[in-house]
């Protein structure tokens, strides 16, 4: 749908944010609703990765990452491009981390491709009667920000731990 660049609210230090169309979801409350559309974006071409990341060439040095949102970015129209940016990102910048938001548990998506290449994992659907306005990642208490490394390995969710 759309790249940010140079965002501190979209985990943690600098990042680009890569915004997708698409939620079956529908959260009331939802802070994209404008993504719940399929139609909303467009699709995605070798020159946009090339724009997502063109700023990693030359200021490698203050950018900590990419970031994934939407919608959703493991909609199934979604889902192939996502995992083809990650591991693209991933072999070209192995030092910089992924974030990526769904509404989806990490329990139901642990095993995708993509999570091989997701360092952080805000999951859970957004839930108006359960927002924390003091949640750091999260919009409400239900979501979670799994260290999906950590998790991997050691074969139980552990969230992410702050610095």
Not at 14 to 30: E, I, K
Not at 111 to 138: E, P, T
Request: aromatic residues 10%; proline residues 3%; hydrophobic residues 35%.
């Amino acid at each position: 749908m759309k790249i940010e660049r140079f965002s501190t609210s979209n985990g943690q230090g600098l990042r680009h944010v890569l915004w997708t169309a698409g939620c079956d979801f529908h959260c009331p409350g939802c802070h994209n609703p404008e993504a719940w559309s399929r139609q909303s974006g467009r699709p995605w071409t070798d020159a946009d990765y090339d724009r997502l990341t063109e700023d990693f060439k030359t200021m490698s040095d203050i950018l900590d990452g990419i970031t994934f949102l939407g919608g959703e970015p493991l909609l199934d129209t979604s889902l192939d491009t996502i995992t083809e940016i990650a591991k693209k990102f991933k072999e070209e910048y192995p030092n910089k981390t992924i974030w990526l938001w769904t509404g989806n548990l990490y329990e139901n998506v642990k095993d995708l491709d993509v999570m091989s290449y997701v360092d952080v994992l805000i999951d859970g659907q957004f839930d108006m009667s359960k927002m924390d306005l003091r949640l750091k990642w999260a919009g409400s208490t239900n979501q979670r920000v799994v260290d999906v490394k950590k998790s991997r390995q050691t074969g139980k969710i552990v969230l992410l731990q702050e610095n």
